[in-house]
């Protein structure tokens, strides 16, 4: 009969906590730039002559709105690739 060891169930963790870390922030900046983009078409639909400075400040806002995308990137990475105990 196999049992689990203490390294194996750290890894198991790792893995599922790393997953979760990747739908958590996932979801989010994809949402977030998804309505930014859209309410930037809406915008510049209303008002063509100021499509420089939508265009702007709506980029702006994705780039932030990505930040915590990568930053659950980088914690599923740490997750995944050091292994703590080991």
Do not use: H, W
């Amino acid at each position: 009969m196999n049992q689990i060891t203490d390294q194996g169930l750290i890894y198991a963790c790792s893995a599922i906590g790393a997953a979760l870390a990747m739908l958590g922030s996932g979801f989010g900046p994809a949402l977030g730039q998804g309505y930014a983009a859209g309410k930037g078409a809406e915008a510049v639909g209303r008002n063509p002559g100021a499509r420089g400075e939508i265009m702007t400040t709506m980029l702006l806002g994705q780039a932030v709105a990505e930040t915590t995308g990568l930053y659950g990137l980088v914690v599923a990475l740490i997750l995944m690739f050091v292994k703590p105990f080991g």
